[in-house]
């Protein structure tokens, strides 16, 4: 059975096999996807000049042609965020979070916090007008550049521009103090530097060994992991405690559940924090 859609076509063999590489090099589960994936990518390929799925497929296995991985890792991965996204957390991390992290590291004075899985940037550059603002003159004393890493380069390039729609719900003084009119897109706002430049971005894969230098306080990894599988989140959640101080942070979305784990306990809606002895690591722990 094939499926029509702008006339391309996507052969069940074909389908299965783009399903299995997705998932196997970037842990994405589009198995149930298959409008999405002819939707999403039949105008690209189109427009790159192939008549059928098969062609582009054929090519995409064979030349590994770093262009056409980013051409459906763009398409098929979700990148709709905004600022401020599931306040509440926000508000956690104000309140809660950062005292604890400012007593914890008052001699050093470097916070390591991740955004994995950043998306356009709305999510990291919220952390940092959040740090900004609860450090406020002191805020120079201190090392609190965020980490932000996505799979897209698209995605990366959009972030690192920082231009955006005026944000929704964002408070007016914040508006005035860490946005600028946009020289470049009339009725957008772009990042003012020093917000911007406490946002390190890096395109990362999350399937990836996390290998970075300092262990974690707090990650953010929100609307992600609905795109895995089950043993696919558990690793990356493995992954995660090893990568992250005692008693770090997690926060996922609301529509997410970090399920039966000894690694984190829950301390807020979709807040986790690091147990610090669970009693075993699951099998196949892949620790780094």
Not at 37 to 47: M, P, Y
Request: charge should be positive; include cysteine; aromatic fraction near 14%.
């Amino acid at each position: 059975m094939d499926m029509m859609f702008h006339g391309l076509t996507i052969t069940d063999s074909d389908f299965q096999r783009l399903v299995q590489f997705i998932h196997a090099n970037y842990g994405i589960d589009l198995s149930k996807k298959r409008q999405l994936i002819t939707s999403r990518l039949s105008h690209a390929l189109k427009e790159e000049g192939y008549q059928d799925f098969s062609s582009f497929l054929q090519h995409l296995f064979t030349a590994k042609d770093p262009k056409d991985l980013e051409l459906v890792l763009n398409k098929l991965t979700t990148n709709y965020t905004y600022f401020l996204r599931e306040k509440d957390h926000f508000t956690f991390f104000q309140n809660t979070v950062l005292p604890e992290l400012e007593q914890r590291h008052r001699r050093d004075k470097v916070l390591s916090i991740w955004s994995a899985g950043c998306s356009s940037g709305e999510e990291p550059y919220t952390l940092s007008i959040y740090l900004k603002e609860y450090f406020g003159p002191q805020a120079s004393q201190w090392d609190t550049r965020i980490l932000a890493t996505d799979i897209s380069q698209q995605a990366m390039a959009k972030a690192k521009a920082a231009v955006y729609q005026p944000p929704a719900d964002m408070p007016d003084a914040w508006l005035r103090r860490y946005f600028l009119p946009s020289r470049t897109h009339p009725g957008e706002y772009t990042v003012t530097p020093a917000i911007r430049d406490n946002v390190i971005f890096r395109t990362f894969n999350l399937m990836d060994p996390i290998q970075f230098k300092l262990k974690f306080d707090v990650i953010f990894c929100r609307n992600v992991m609905i795109y895995f599988d089950q043993s696919t989140r558990d690793a990356l959640i493995r992954r995660f405690y090893n990568a992250m101080a005692p008693n770090a942070y997690l926060f996922i979305s609301h529509s997410e559940s970090l399920g039966q784990t000894p690694l984190f306990r829950m301390v807020a809606p979709a807040v986790y924090r690091k147990n610090s002895a669970p009693t075993r690591l699951s099998k196949g722990s892949d620790a780094t």
